[in-house]
């Protein structure tokens, strides 16, 4: 036989706190986890306005009448994470307010004729986790009361909070959690919400038996859980599990992550009759936790790359300086340059920094009039942009002290291009009114450029002492993509 579902006892037993408002933001219905989280009976709230029971004249109390307002005018759902918002104490634990935080999600419940009439809160107390600095991707926690103790004494206590059952059915429709009943030991489904089918992306699944309308996850031990709940009634749960679920007929297996809850259902007579399915979609908070993880990872990996180059420039430099004061000079010029193309890269979230930003950045210092730069728009991966970054302040610095930019009649030049083979090719041309001559010592400058060119990025480093002036030219590869516009 199939059970009947009470949604009304299905509201009361839902482990975290929800509350229904009318238009009017009169409270219409609250269950047993909300009283709880409030610290409020429900003869003190329901017919009561929300912000006479919870006034709040800040910027928070502003924040959830918008919210309200939004779900009522748009009849999309709305959330707020982690907004303050303090209660009153009840007196008999000492009155005041109590500082707590909260994460909430609005949803619109449309009466039959599609218009939304209420709205469903399901809110969540947030304060101790914001206390502990862990407000990022901690997993949601199912009580581990059993179902059927929660459901008793839920039922010893509650009272009528809607005049018919259509609408709890309705809330239970519309509610951001999943939920399904499965009956029977073929695990036939009876009811499934909207959420639980855009889980599993939308398919018709009311009569089916389980392994009949998910065949996809077979082998992936839910099967057998179930199983579990009906043949034991030991609860089964599940925080951030992965499954792979195919959202289309026909289509590819798609990666999701849930919190899941498997309660037994029983008769009056203590008999298991089928299992309540209830949890959440974590797959985007997962994902979020994943890239922290791998962004952190990739932060730790560049500041021992920056500090190892840190450390070489520093001694190098104050090995090959004429004098302590020199050596500072150029130390600090060279820990700017770096600084400078950590800044580009950090704008872009490290993703790359563009070729022409990194020229323009370390020249932009001398008279633009007698400074040529061109080429097309590339794009260079983080290590490319830190290491020609320093070479071309080597090379500015030595155009400043010794070439085109040491006088008012020089000009300098720097052009580049990348090749088919995905190489990037750069040149730089001084033009001066003095002949230039190879340098008498060969100092860490001129070694950093080639060791960098040749040795860090596996490129190529050609230079030329002509009466003309100094030129070289940089070959390297490009290990991203080049963007074909015009600098």
């Not at 935080?101 to 619109?108: D, E």
């Not at 090995?319 to 950090?346: F, G, P, Q, T, Y």
């Not at 370390?362 to 260079?380: F, H, N, P």
Request: with cysteine; net charge negative.
């Amino acid at each position: 036989m199939i059970p009947t579902i009470n949604h009304q006892h299905l509201f009361e037993v839902l482990p975290s706190p929800h509350m229904v408002l009318d238009r009017h933001f009169n409270i219409v219905a609250v269950n047993n986890a909300y009283e709880r989280a409030t610290m409020r009976a429900r003869d003190e709230l329901i017919g009561r306005y929300l912000f006479d029971v919870f006034p709040n004249e800040e910027e928070s109390g502003r924040r959830l009448r918008a919210s309200f307002e939004r779900v009522f005018r748009t009849g999309k759902p709305d959330s707020l994470a982690y907004i303050p918002y303090d209660i009153p104490k009840p007196a008999d634990q000492g009155g005041g307010m109590e500082q707590r935080f909260w994460t909430a999600v609005h949803t619109p419940l449309q009466d039959e004729q599609g218009r939304v009439a209420h709205l469903l809160q399901n809110t969540v107390d947030v304060t101790e986790i914001v206390r502990l600095r862990q407000a990022v991707n901690l997993p949601f926690r199912f009580r581990e009361t059993h179902l059927l103790e929660r459901a008793r004494e839920a039922e010893r206590q509650r009272s009528t909070l809607m005049a018919e059952g259509e609408d709890f059915r309705r809330l239970f429709q519309q509610a951001p959690g999943f939920f399904a009943v499965v009956s029977g030991p073929e695990h036939v489904f009876t009811f499934a919400n909207d959420s639980y089918l855009r889980v599993i992306g939308g398919r018709n699944v009311l009569g089916m038996k389980v392994r009949d309308a998910l065949p996809e996850i077979e082998g992936q031990g839910f099967f057998e859980l179930l199983d579990g709940v009906y043949r034991t009634g030991t609860p089964a749960r599940g925080e951030a599990v992965r499954v792979m679920v195919q959202p289309e007929e026909g289509g590819e297996l798609r990666e999701t992550f849930l919190d899941f809850s498997y309660d037994a259902i029983r008769d009056d007579e203590d008999t298991i009759i089928g299992v309540f399915v209830q949890g959440m979609d974590r797959t985007e908070s997962v994902r979020a936790h994943r890239q922290q993880r791998l962004l952190l990872d990739e932060l730790n990996h560049r500041v021992k790359n920056t500090l190892s180059a840190v450390q070489s420039i520093a001694a190098q430099t104050m090995r090959s300086a004429r004098d302590l004061k020199s050596a500072n000079k150029d130390l600090e010029a060279r820990i700017v340059a770096l600084s400078k193309a950590h800044n580009l890269l950090s704008a872009k979230e490290w993703t790359d920094a563009e070729l022409a930003n990194v020229v323009d950045q370390e020249l932009s210092a001398y008279d633009q009039s007698r400074i040529e730069t061109g080429g097309s728009k590339v794009a260079l991966d983080p290590k490319t942009a830190i290491a020609l970054a320093l070479v071309l302040h080597e090379l500015t610095t030595n155009a400043a002290k010794y070439g085109a930019l040491s006088s008012s009649q020089g000009h300098l030049s720097v052009t580049w291009q990348a090749l088919p083979d995905r190489t990037l090719s750069l040149a730089w041309m001084e033009r001066t009114d003095n002949p230039v001559a190879p340098p008498e010592r060969h100092g860490f400058g001129s070694r950093m450029i080639e060791r960098v060119i040749s040795g860090e990025l596996g490129g190529t480093y050609e230079n030329r002492y002509a009466r003309e002036g100094f030129s070289c030219r940089i070959s390297v590869p490009l290990r991203t993509r080049e963007l074909n516009e015009c600098h």
